[in-house]
């Protein structure tokens, strides 16, 4: 999976009462250690001799520079007290995530003197920020080499990208919702006039035509891509033909999202495209999420959207997972199986060369479904949804535990107070769809919703009041 990049837009500031020559010099020590941590930036060395901004007019400067540059986010250091009418300025004009920090003050000089009263200006920039309307996240006043700034500074990283992900998002449909499946109604023009995220469709018969098309001319890509499968699982009671179409569906379907420039796709999975193709898409959909455009199954809109907002808040680290909350463990009542009939992404698999096989819901005929159980560990979960022009993300963090096996692609998952996901869920707007990471991202995405106006965060476990303390570097 391609780990993408984000581009801050570095505006250390400085106030003119204070001494010019420890604010650069903060300011260096700052740039090390982006450059340390490889964070892409455009700073301002060119606005004047110190590459700092402290005049309100020089705002509108670093606005065109930063426009231009295309940056995805703000990063303001209060290298001293710092002059809160130019970062106003600046945050109002390019209205992007924003990270404001100061590094912590030593002690003041044998005379008295201070040199920097970074605290103090920090408390001022927030109420510019706060009175402009403007969100922003705050990073405790600590020291440049305090693991909680790292870790702020980071996390901060995940919410600029899962914001990013969101906003403007291009998810191609395939076909229709199943009739039946009610649940997965989406409001596209909501989508659209909101958040400006585009549904791109397309039909069952020209992905037909796609696959029938690579079958027919037989390009060396596709028997690539054939052996390129049977090196990574093991099919089960399904013919080279059958692998074939795989392959040739999986190539499809990217060339596809690539030509459309599609950031996950929402298939209509079932059955019309079985009878067109003689093939499951499931083993398909978790390569595709593999390759970073999530799959999400039963033309669910609102599922390739969370996926694709809960990859990038983990920075890309690893593939999605689209589960259904199927039941509940059967001795552990904080254990729920997370579940489906084949989707799971291989390289989440806990064995080598795990099974592909028949698709078990649809009478033991189509092929191509994975059936294995993926690795366990920290997992957050996260599901966008909404109903009467109203939405939120219900968003959480858990772990994998043992349970017994069963068919399809599977986890068994354990939960501080399963209960309160279930009522969570029950009374909605949610539905019986969920979306997995692996690692624990709940404060990301929480922080993430402040960015996106009209989008409610709906925090389980860890709570509203644990993720604030996690921005603290209160938590355990």
Request: proline letters at 6%.
């Amino acid at each position: 999976m391609e780990k993408k990049k984000i581009k801050l837009g570095f505006a250390p500031t400085r106030r003119r009462e204070f001494p010019a020559g420890d604010s650069v010099l903060q300011k260096e020590l700052i740039k090390d250690k982006l450059r340390a941590w490889g964070v892409e930036y455009v700073d301002i060395e060119w606005l004047n001799l110190e590459g700092l901004l402290y005049e309100e007019l020089d705002a509108l400067q670093v606005v065109r520079k930063f426009r231009d540059e295309g940056v995805d986010a703000l990063f303001v250091p209060h290298c001293n007290f710092g002059t809160e009418a130019a970062v106003g300025a600046l945050a109002r004009e390019i209205h992007k995530p924003l990270l404001l920090w100061g590094p912590r003050d030593e002690a003041p000089l044998p005379n008295g003197m201070r040199l920097r009263d970074t605290q103090c200006g920090l408390f001022a920039t927030s109420k510019v920020l706060r009175r402009l309307g403007l969100p922003f996240t705050y990073i405790v006043n600590s020291r440049l080499d305090d693991p909680l700034f790292e870790r702020g500074f980071k996390a901060f990283l995940g919410v600029v990208a899962a914001v990013r992900a969101f906003l403007g998002a291009r998810i191609g449909q395939v076909s229709t919702r199943p009739a039946d499946f009610w649940t997965v109604m989406a409001n596209e023009g909501e989508l659209l006039e909101r958040w400006g995220i585009r549904v791109v469709p397309t039909t069952l018969v020209d992905i037909q035509i796609g696959v029938e098309k690579y079958l027919e001319e037989n390009p060396p890509i596709l028997s690539e891509t054939v052996e390129d499968l049977n090196s990574r699982v093991t099919f089960v009671g399904i013919d080279e033909e059958e692998i074939r179409k795989t392959a040739a569906l999986k190539l499809t379907l990217l060339d596809w999202a690539r030509a459309a420039k599609l950031d996950a796709i929402a298939i209509q999975c079932w059955t019309a495209l079985q009878k067109a193709l003689g093939v499951a898409s499931c083993f398909v959909d978790g390569e595709l999420s593999a390759h970073g455009i999530p799959a999400a199954c039963e033309t669910d809109i609102h599922g390739a959207l969370t996926s694709v907002m809960l990859q990038a808040a983990g920075l890309w680290s690893s593939p999605t997972f689209f589960a259904d909350w199927t039941i509940r463990h059967p001795e552990d009542d904080n254990a729920e199986l997370l579940w489906h009939c084949g989707p799971f992404p291989v390289e989440l698999a806990d064995s080598p060369k795990p099974e592909v096989g028949i698709h078990q819901t649809m009478g033991g005929e189509p092929p191509c479904a994975g059936h294995f159980r993926i690795k366990g560990g920290d997992i957050t979960l996260a599901r966008f949804d909404g109903d009467h022009g109203e939405y939120s993300l219900l968003m959480g963090e858990g772990k994998g535990t043992t349970g017994p096996s069963t068919w399809g692609t599977y986890l068994w998952a354990e939960f501080k107070n399963w209960p309160k996901w279930e009522e969570k869920i029950i009374y909605g707007p949610y539905i019986h769809h969920v979306v997995g990471v692996h690692g624990r991202f709940a404060p990301i995405l929480y922080e993430a919703c402040k960015y996106i106006p009209g989008l409610t965060p709906d925090p389980v476990e860890p709570t509203a009041e644990e993720i604030a303390a996690y921005w603290r570097g209160e938590d355990s």
